[in-house]
């Protein structure tokens, strides 16, 4: 992903090796336990973003990495209390922590990673006032999740769905950008477009998450097609798809309620524009990334961030 | 409880309406669950040990009370995660969050709450590496009910017992007198002393929680007799009796398979001692509270220590 920038990738490779040796707990189960969920793959992104945010400013390993591991294992323990509540069986291929040990280890596990991110950012050196990044993060997530768990089953407008998502997913990969920044000794200011890039790539992110809901192979990506609408989860495709035509909503319902073919709901949603007016949003959030890359002070990193963007 | 310390009773009032200030989401939900699993009642003895440790220095109130709303919160946020664990369905009285909206916004409630406490560990204006604290005991926490967990069914020895409670229960009384030492700026070394007092009341008032799950009235204390032995965890009466007389090991094997009669069982743990050295533990850690009483310099609210030690 990152092989035009030797740089990035050098310092992705020994961040991989530091995550290894930070995950150590005294209880045998958490130590494995912890490690399974954060080393089990993933691409790296948010600990990428906070390494290049901070190749801008005074790069130094000894005060990114801690904060790149922060995010990467707040990520991890957000993953590890999601899959409890989705009830997943499987994540990124492998059995998820809840189904190999049922609910209450991955209660103590999430919590466990929880406070090592926590404690990994502590020791960043960054002032009181910017640990605050992170604990506002956190809030947001589980205002996003909560949010999203009380309105399963329901469709809901196509503001409701971007505040959820930006909490959900968006303030992660904007933490992550902030706290690079502000460990190179960025100035605030600065440190803010990082934040702005990375709350918007968030939303294009999660939109062509929800869009591969809709494609994807799922031997591939490891997940089902419209998983999440059977989850009672209306993703922006769907939401779009009723929009343009009102009368769907009926066979949402009904597929919310267990009744529906799966296949014509498919090409109903496609069919109503669903699909291309997502598209539309979804670059509409990448030009916005694209925006905010233009007041960053340019560095020989700066393009990675272009992209990123044009991946998506 | 503290009725000869109008300040203490004073400034537990004061705090009691500090903590209904901090609890507002931006979510409903999420405010109410968090308050009703803050505000729903207890002791408050964390911020009450807070806010003595800070009475012997320069005690400040917006520097106090943060640190004792973070310390009560994360216990809050404890119990609700615990009782996901434990499937219990009441606590003090009320009924649990996780049997009234299901494990799922339980696991997020508690993840607000761990968060709100950070947020407000922040706000104590410690220095960072004094934040420490509280990841620290949570770490703990964590590990000992991971542990407690995995050795449901299986009777431990009296160190491995040990070993758990303090860091289930006695870490975080710990932190409330050191969190409450540092803010009034007391010294690293006096704060140590706090430190040790709340790490051996912790312990005692575990011990005495274990022996209220052998007498207490059910109506009275909200718990159920030799309930946690019903959730397969050999409290430290049960511990000491094997101790005393090894086949009763059996009974206790017997009872986690579900056979065995509760009354009989009771007698024998009785008969074999366990209970009285229980006690004679519990008293040796209130000797040990005394012994770091000892060493506090004294002020007007140092005799309150020893009161609520006398209390257990």
């Known amino acids: 992903m990152w092989s035009k920038y030797p740089v990035i990738n050098e310092e992705l490779t020994a961040f991989e090796e530091y995550l290894g040796t930070v995950l150590k707990s005294k209880n045998k189960f958490l130590t494995d336990a912890s490690r399974d969920a954060v080393l089990s793959g993933g691409k790296r992104l948010r600990p990428a973003f906070t390494i290049i945010a901070a190749l801008h400013g005074e790069y130094d390993r000894k005060r990114v990495f801690p904060a790149a591991a922060s995010v990467e294992i707040l990520h991890a323990a957000t993953l590890v209390h999601d899959d409890i509540i989705d009830n997943a069986k499987t994540r990124r291929g492998k059995i998820t922590l809840s189904e190999k040990h049922n609910t209450n280890l991955a209660v103590y596990t999430g919590d466990y990673l929880l406070t090592k991110s926590l404690k990994l950012l502590i020791r960043t050196g960054l002032k009181p006032e910017k640990l605050d990044i992170l604990a506002r993060a956190i809030t947001l997530l589980c205002e996003g999740e909560v949010d999203q768990y009380l309105n399963r089953y329901k469709v809901t407008s196509v503001y409701d769905y971007l505040k959820r998502i930006l909490g959900k997913t968006g ?40 869009l591969l809901d809709i494609f994807s192979d799922p031997a591939k990506e490891g997940k089902p097609v419209l998983n999440d609408l059977k989850e009672g989860i209306a993703t922006l495709p769907v939401i779009m798809a009723i929009k343009n035509r009102p009368s769907l909503l009926q066979e949402v319902n009904e597929f919310f309620n267990g009744n529906g073919d799966i296949n014509s709901l498919l090409t109903s949603i496609k069919m109503s524009g669903g699909v291309r007016d997502s598209e539309k949003l979804k670059d509409r959030y990448k030009e916005k990334c694209r925006h905010y890359i233009e007041k960053i002070p340019r560095t020989p990193y700066t393009d990675a961030m272009n992209e990123i963007v044009n991946w998506l």
């Open 171 to 210: 303030v992660l990969f904007s933490a992550s950008m902030v706290l690079g920044a502000k460990t190179a000794n960025l100035s605030d200011d600065i440190a803010r477009q990082f934040g702005r890039f990375g709350l918007s790539f968030g939303a294009a992110f999660q939109i062509r998450d929800d």
